[in-house]
């Protein structure tokens, strides 16, 4: 059983140690918040131009929202709110927040359970007027954002660490209340912003966020750059983007794969079709270099493994985005580009190659000694059209040079699928071509390498 406590510090924790440690991080003048977490800020006038600007520009779509019907809301409230997901999440729950924050739960193996963002509430009169007349609207509340297909699942999580904590748990119905992601498809795609560029307070990037979304529901999807920003709305309710002297108006509405097209093409994944359950580490998975971690906070459930990685681990394989080709036919692409699904064609270079099953293995296309050695490569997760994503060993498929072992990669290396489907017919050869993200720190480092 977790033992709570309130740190001087005014940070919530389950242990009195971890408590005076953040306390001590505190006064030698760290902020507390993840490492990552700033990465991909932005300065605040350009934050402030995704959302509320003077626009020379009246055509909305250029602003767009995909309704993310594929995700569903858990609802945690009570006085103990923040201090009991603080004990179950990877990243901080400040009791001061007022915007969103990216996030998952752990198995105590240190296995992804569900990657999630979580909204605090208590700031939202319009979704305080909707709580029964027996809950007080002065204690925190939150919503979790998860994989609707595994809501039930982290529902039942959630409470197995209940015990005598104040909060209510409830797992909303689905459409109550909905998940949008709104981006400017305008917005540049800035390069991942580490090092002098991070040093954003965390007070300046709650102001920030705060002068953007007011007392709405949401947060800056700071997952990646340009990925916009995210909001909870009622089911009755679209998102509509300000505009400063302009008044509102609507952001044109795009569909979940449309959204799911663009956060693969920046490397984003999110669920657990590509974030496995019980198997995936969130080291492999991104979460940390998307922010999600927060290695300075307390004591919480999968943190010994975590923390054991970042510090003295080295992490061999990611998920990164994939572009699919005719691995007999065509030349090995240069560039992610998007091809449209069920195309066509007698050229192999305008075809649209067939998806891999989901967890195929990625083997060589490469033949003698060296290919049997370095035989799988990886495993396909999910995909459209001829992009996806796939955890990919950084030594074979990529030029990223790891701090321990010797580099296998070469040039001329190439990838494939083939698999088998319910029936027991082959499918494949399709060649799989993997691409480091600028705004990943070692893709970063990988390409001043290269122009060095």
């Known amino acids: 059983m977790f033992a709570r406590s309130s740190s001087p510090a005014g940070f919530p924790f389950i242990c009195n140690k971890c408590s005076l440690q953040q306390l001590r991080s505190k006064n030698s003048g760290h902020d507390g918040l993840a490492p990552n977490a700033n990465r991909h800020s932005l300065t605040a006038p350009a934050l402030k131009a995704t959302r509320r600007w003077s626009s020379q520009s009246h055509d909305s779509a250029r602003y767009q929202a995909a309704k993310l019907t594929n995700r569903r809301l858990i609802s945690v409230h009570g006085r103990d709110a923040a201090s009991f997901l603080q004990g179950i999440t990877t990243n901080s729950i400040l009791p001061e927040q007022r915007t969103g924050i990216y996030s998952a739960f752990l198995t105590a193996q240190g296995r992804v359970l569900n990657d999630v963002f979580i909204y605090p509430t208590h700031y939202s009169p ?24 595994e809501a039930s699942k982290l529902f039942a999580h959630i409470r197995r660490f209940k015990l005598r904590a104040k ?3 409830k797992l909303l119905d689905d459409g109550e209340w909905n998940s949008w992601s709104v981006w400017d498809s305008h917005a540049p795609s800035l390069p991942w912003q580490g090092g002098a560029d991070a040093a954003t307070s965390s ?27 995210r909001e909870i709305l009622p089911s009755d309710r679209s998102p509509h983007v300000t505009r400063d002297g302009d008044g509102e108006v609507s952001a044109a509405e795009a569909s979940l794969e449309a959204y799911t097209v663009r956060r693969m093409l920046k490397g984003v994944p999110e669920g657990q079709r590509e974030i496995w359950r019980e198997v995936a580490l969130p080291q492999e998975s991104n979460i940390d270099y998307m922010g999600g971690i927060d290695y300075r906070k ?24 994939v572009q699919l080709y005719d691995a007999d036919g065509e030349d090995e ?12 064609s007698s050229k192999p270079s305008l075809r649209t190659p067939e998806c891999p099953a989901l967890g195929t293995e990625m083997t060589t296309l490469s033949t003698g000694v060296e290919a049997v050695r370095m035989r799988k490569a990886g495993k396909y997760l999910d995909g459209i059209g001829n992009i ?5 060993r950084l030594d074979l498929m990529t030029e990223i040079k790891l701090p321990a072992g010797a580099p296998l990669w070469r040039p001329g290396l190439r990838w494939q699928c083939t698999w088998l489907d319910e029936g027991g017919a082959r499918h494949g050869p399709v060649g799989v071509k993997a691409f480091v993200p600028d705004w990943h720190p070692r893709g970063r480092s990988r390409v001043s390498e290269r122009l060095a």
């Open 388 to 392: 996806g994503l796939a955890l990919c």
């Open 126 to 149: 319009s979704y305080l007027d909707t709580l029964p007349g027996t809950v007080s609207r002065t204690d925190p509340g939150y919503l979790i954002e998860v994989d609707a297909a």
């Open 333 to 344: 692409p240069k560039q992610l580009m998007h091809r449209e699904p069920n195309i066509t």
């Open 298 to 321: 307390g004591c919480y459930v999968g943190q010994e493994l975590t923390i054991r990685t970042h510090h003295t681990g080295v992490v061999r394989k990611r998920i990164l985005p």
């Open 167 to 169: 909060v209510n748990i």
């Open 203 to 229: 007070t300046q990037r709650a102001n920030q966020e705060e002068s953007i979304f007011g007392v709405g529901i949401g947060c800056m999807d700071r997952r990646a750059p340009a990925m916009g920003w």
